[in-house]
């Protein structure tokens, strides 16, 4: 196990009240480093408040701590910690009005530039590997909760230990996971496989709608209008549906639409090795924005353009592969 | 790391041939296991020959050590060893004629009986578990083609770490892994989510058909012979097809119907908790076999009438449930 700054241990040990912060719209690795950390301050005597956006999405439904998501704050804490918030703008706005005497930064974002009075900062798979650290060191011993709760950071910040963010050290904190607690295979699957019937019949209709352009390098992916509205709106799309494009063979960059409303669609944009374009200035050029391989933005117009203009960005991209 | 028999390390160190054996229709945890095996005898200096069924399936065709797999067999061996195959009926037939002076089987399924002069069982997450600690204990390095090949044998028989197989050890080997490779991300992918574009339409085809029946405990799912015709045939049709229906909220049961000759149905039956009833006790009535989760069987007939079957079934158990 790496080591935990001394700074990050002595302001625990030195303060009494704490209020935990995460960033908006938390996922999995946010809730789970809050219900760690927190009930793990708790298990020192600690006294502890959250300040997390609700209601959870669906499937971290699950923590008796999030009970305490909705508790009424005080004016003053010890210590404000922010978790897995990469800037002080990504954290739950409104941020409290409440006076910190210090503000704690514990992330694994690498963006994360620092902006707590002190800072623990380290590129791991999910900022819940650096709450168990922490907690390690500190001598805590999880309860089945907090044991759950790191499992749950860690599963969902690396799609259940695939992504390239996983490390030895990853494998060692599972590990001592599972020395306390020999299955995990309800909560994997809840965190990874479970969908509701509207989300699994959209996730069906954007499955069933994939084509593909280009030497299938180019896959596009529609979700009309009608399809969302008949199983519940925007709001049961999940995620994965983006990715659809990625996991067939052979395609370099995929555009999912969804027709979120009569006319407007919002495009999320995906590539893959080899392709290098930088997707976000795809994306830019339509007023949106994100990363090198996935970015999105809301387009309101003439859809076969828009096909017609991706297909020449991947013929641009064949043409010109050497010279990028 | 668990211990391994010692007559297990005496058979390798005191013996120059092997011939390795595993399952047929070999899966990720056969193939790894006998690539990481055979490579790490290799290591050490033996002849080793394998006798695998080809072709592999496409996912796992990627082990530069897989073009051995034709070579042609000696007419006698020190030691035949048999990998991840619970019976010696289950190893690829016709079982070679080569004189063995001793049978040696590692392998993790819980039915294995020992059918060998020498074995080594142990209820593991997967058979690489215990090549990963035979090589440890003989004190192999791994080299890259060896660590991915624990990979796959573990990964795919987790299902990316997710299954309740999965124990400390398993994380404990995956971090001896990731200190010898820092990615397995391309290979995560390759093994768990990726598509050729048929597959990925007919597993579209597939969520598209979801039903769910009797207060959506019962989810049916039907892919028709001209879908599986435009695809390509039921070569096409991908493993988790059969558990599209289980990753459904609230479902108990789900049958999968795949309309594999016009008119002929190959059915899969699936369940889970709370669900109690034997599902291989269905199929058996049809003709059909598996195990209490996980069954199937072919069908001729009405397909109607086999629904209402299957929803009689569900009537039924929910109504005994607390006597089942």
Aim: glycine share 6%; hydrophobic share 40%; aromatic share 10%.
């Amino acid at each position: 196990m790496k080591k935990v700054p001394t700074e990050i241990l002595d302001c625990i040990k030195e303060n009494q009240s704490f209020l935990i912060l995460v960033h908006n719209k938390p996922d999995g690795d946010a809730i789970g480093s809050a219900i760690a950390f927190g009930k793990g301050l708790k298990a020192l005597g600690k006294n502890v408040d959250y300040y997390i956006e609700t209601p959870l999405e669906d499937k971290l439904q699950f923590f008796s701590e999030s009970r305490y998501f909705e508790d009424e704050l005080r004016d003053e804490y010890d210590v404000v910690t922010f978790l897995d918030c990469s800037t002080i703008e990504y954290a739950f706005k409104p941020v409290p009005m409440v006076d910190a005497r210090t503000t704690m930064v514990i992330d694994h974002h690498a963006t994360n530039q620092g902006y707590g009075d002190i800072n623990f900062l380290e590129i791991t798979a999910a900022t819940a590997e650096l709450v168990f650290r922490i907690l390690d060191a500190l001598g805590v011993e999880l309860d089945p909760e907090m044991v759950e709760a790191v499992f749950t950071g860690i599963s969902t910040d690396t799609g259940s230990f695939q992504f390239a963010n996983v490390t030895a050290e990853t494998h060692q904190i599972l590990s001592r996971l599972y020395e306390k607690r020999d299955n995990f295979a309800v909560l994997s699957k809840r965190l990874h496989s479970e969908k509701n019937y509207a989300q699994m019949k959209l996730y069906g209709k954007a499955v069933d709608s994939l084509q593909l352009y280009e030497d299938n390098t180019l896959a596009w992916i529609f979700l009309s209008y009608a399809d969302i509205c008949k199983y519940g709106g925007p709001v049961q799309i999940t995620d994965d549906v983006a990715n659809i494009g990625m996991n067939v063979i052979g395609v370099q960059l995929s555009a999912t639409v969804k027709e979120v409303e009569c006319g407007i669609y919002r495009v999320s944009l995906r590539s893959k090795t080899p392709f290098k374009i930088d997707v976000s200035l795809i994306a830019r050029k339509y007023g949106g924005g994100g990363h090198m391989r996935a970015a999105g933005f809301t387009f309101k117009g003439d859809l076969k353009a828009l096909k017609k203009e991706l297909i020449e960005v991947i013929e641009y991209y064949r043409k010109h592969e050497e010279d990028i």
